[in-house]
């Protein structure tokens, strides 16, 4: 059936048109707005605030906007195949929670001052890990990971984590309670490019390996015993996709904070449109996530100018309405 | 083809296999009865490497089924079960599926050969029609066509049919029975089923076994298996047998306990 392959080439196509209008407004808009050919003469020109502007805020944000929309997508759509169920989210298996708790505690313990911008995020992402690796060796037996129970687990690590969370900040000061909720809030603010790269590379890496398990992956729709009867290794597969998955997450968690319903949002309505192929629903909810983020960014930069509103905000209340709508709109019960 | 000998395998202590052996020819259509509990579905799990295997052995094609890659296996036996997992997928690209085992890591699209494949099953199983069709738009007798042409694709030596009937009508039933008896004939295609219905399995297999407590009561052609007193005994139940006058195999009738009561003093065989 080639038409569909064409299809899926247009559907791709069509989404990388998206990107570039989104990098392209996002680049334009803000606290002084830019047109095209300004852009481009300010970064032909490569100095002025507004080369800063451009160089060390706008473009480091959508780089990282669209990693961190990307991996968080991905590892969603990883996980709802995994999972066979489209309701799951990397935010179920309780990693940002490990992370929030994380970052929680280096601020109480005061990490956060000097180089802070780094400890932060590596606290994070040390907590997130740990909740990782829990979730994982509580769900294992006979070396098999028992896929409902493990969920049911992070689900409890998740809440468990939120407590800690709660708790720590009832008990510490005012200052360290703004912290931490505007961490949990999550921003796409930081100037760290060490930070941006990481996020960015592996997201992509992420990306590549994941597409070596797709046909596993879609197998998997058929459930663990029939993916197995086509020839799939599905404790590897299951595996491999989980840490995947789990790595995307905690590193985008640790670096931009806990940015909500991406991974959920993005991979479900890109399934109303194109179907449950993996083939395509990786690299489509790779992009759609990105592009996702980007706007979401732009929307929180810009709504209550100059100041900036959470990202984690905008992405709950634009996702769950556009997902609302579609839902009672499409023919999927 | 299949050699199953001395099989022990099961879950816990309460209940195994107790060294089964069982052949399977090349090109025979072999049907595996038994009451639930019995021990076929363990079997047939032992067969797909769903449990571990505890002692004895399985060769498929004189290789040891423990020491295939799964895509190996999957390339030489193929499996159809009682209910196929559906959800809104294009028939094509459900019997495509069947390709899997082919694919190499990084190969994301079908080769010309695939869809090739996918064709010429879907035509000799009935399903072409329905090809752009949703498999969720589809009656649970024609998923189970489209189940069979997918494990078609695979090309193996065997297909395992585990009660691919037991939720179809009697017009279904006979339809899927009788293109698996089609394929057995004319593609020369091993074919081992468990069936529960005593008639069909009867009607359709050349060679039986009937499983009880975990071992095999009984095996052989289906006039010998079918004996009412085997039957009576491994399904503590009582029946009437006779043969069938077109086919002349035997026919298994049930009587309910009030006509028994009734004539209780009646020969019944």
Known sequence: MKGRYIHWFYYILALLIVLLLSIWLSVSYGEINLSLVEIIQILKSKSGIEYTILNKIRIPRILLGFAVGGALSLSGVLLQGVYRNPLVEPYTLGISGGASLGVALAIIFGLSTGIGSVLLPISGFIGAAMTIFLVYFLSLRNNYVNISKMLLIGVMVSFIASSAVMFLMSTTTTENVHSIVFWIMGSLDTSNVLLIRIVLITSLIGLVISYLYVNPLNALRLGEAKAKHLGVNTHVTIRVLFIIASLLTGISVSVVGVIGFVGLIVPHLLRIFIGSDYRILLIASFLGGGIFIILCDLVARTLIAPNELPIGVITGIIGGVIFIIALSKSKIH | ?269
Do not use: W
Request: with cysteine; hydrophobic share 40%.
């Open chain 2, 1 to 269: 083809m299949l050699k199953i000998s001395k099989l022990i395998s099961g879950y816990s202590d309460k209940f195994r296999l107790k060294e089964i052996s069982l052949h399977v020819n090349k090109g025979s259509l072999t049907g595996i009865v038994g009451p639930n509990g019995s021990g076929k579905t363990t079997l047939f799990r032992s067969l797909t490497s769903e449990i571990n295997i505890l002692g004895g052995e399985i060769l498929l094609e004189g290789r040891d089924i423990k020491k295939l890659t799964s895509k190996e296996k999957a390339q030489k036996l193929a499996i159809v079960t009682q209910n196929t997992e559906v959800f809104d997928i294009p028939v094509e690209d459900f019997v495509l599926m069947g390709r899997l085992p082919y694919k190499k890591p990084f190969q994301l699209f079908e080769k010309v050969k695939d869809y090739a494949l996918a064709n010429k099953f879907m035509k000799l199983t009935g399903v072409y029609k329905y090809k752009a069709k949703l498999m969720t738009e589809l009656s649970g007798g024609e998923q189970q066509l489209v189940a069979i042409a997918r494990a078609l694709c695979q090309e193996p030596e065997l297909l395992l049919l585990d009660e691919p009937t037991s939720h179809l009508d009697i017009s279904h039933q006979l339809k899927v029975l009788n293109l698996i008896q089609k394929l057995n004939n004319d593609l020369g295609l091993t074919v081992l089923i468990i069936i529960h219905d005593l008639n069909l399995a009867s009607e359709y297999c050349d060679y039986m076994a009937m499983m009880h407590k975990g071992s095999i009561f009984k095996k052989g052609l289906p006039e010998e298996v079918l004996d009412y007193k085997n039957i009576e005994f491994v399904y503590d139940t009582v029946v009437i047998t006779q043969i069938n006058p077109l086919s002349k195999k035997p026919a298994i009738f049930l009587v309910s306990d009030k006509v028994l009561k009734k004539n209780s003093s009646e020969p019944r065989h």
